[in-house]
């Protein structure tokens, strides 16, 4: 069985316990560098998670009657590797254990409800900020190309006036939460998600 587990934003305190079961009970762990750092100090194997996402599904299906648990930052359902793999294992293989996503922390630390909050991601994508700027109240997973400073570029170039709100390294000691006006935006940020608020 393959279980996709999602390990929150970060510190491991914001893990549910469902995950900590199936990461303790993990004959093999597969993730990022940065999660393989965390979790897999008494496991007997773990595989890296990289861009060879084709080589990762080929090796996921011929090793898929081993207990195995593919970590997943946030919430594997939210724009994380849980899709890819629901769209390549039936349910019969594969089991999704839901995580706390970085929106949703960055909502909580601000307290701003996430009723009508339109969810999208420029990871590995271009954005149709056109699309975007029509909804009132927007979260992003961001990536190192295109961040805070280009969504607020983006909206300078289409003459609108926006609040950003910035949550950098969320969960860890290092974090750093922002809520400024699009000039204010830095030119870079660490890991970061980003709400966009429509404060008319």
Same mark, same amino acid.
């Given at each position: 069985m393959i279980t996709v587990v999602g390990i929150g934003p970060g510190d491991i305190d914001y893990l549910t316990p469902e995950a900590r079961r199936a990461i303790s009970q993990a004959e093999v762990l597969v993730g990022g560098k940065?999660? @393989? *750092?965390?979790?897999? #100090? /008494?496991?007997?194997?773990s595989r890296l998670l990289d861009a060879d996402l084709l080589g990762l599904l080929e090796w996921l299906d011929s090793n898929k009657a081993r207990a195995i648990v593919v970590l997943a #930052?946030?919430?594997?359902? &939210?724009?994380?590797?849980? %899709? &890819? @793999?629901?769209? /390549?294992?039936?349910?019969?293989?594969?089991?999704?254990? $839901?995580?706390? #996503?970085?929106?949703?922390? &960055?909502?909580? %630390?601000v307290a701003l409800d996430m009723n009508d909050l339109f969810l999208t991601s420029s990871h590995g994508r271009v954005p149709d900020f056109d699309w975007i700027f029509q909804h009132d109240k927007v979260a992003m997973v961001t990536d190192s190309v295109i961040g $805070?400073?280009?969504? *607020?570029? *983006? @909206?300078?170039?289409?003459g609108l006036s926006r609040t950003l709100i910035i949550g950098e390294n969320l969960s860890q000691p290092n974090e750093r939460i922002h809520r400024l006006s699009q000039q204010q935006v830095a030119a870079r940020y660490d890991m970061n998600v980003v709400v966009i608020l429509n404060e008319r």
């Open positions: 940065r999660h @393989l *750092a965390t979790f897999s #100090s /008494n496991l007997r194997e #930052s946030g919430d594997p359902l &939210l724009y994380g590797i849980g %899709k &890819l @793999l629901a769209a /390549n294992f039936g349910t019969d293989e594969l089991h999704i254990v $839901p995580g706390i #996503s970085a929106i949703q922390y &960055l909502c909580a %630390k $805070p400073r280009a969504i *607020a570029d *983006a @909206l300078h170039q289409r």
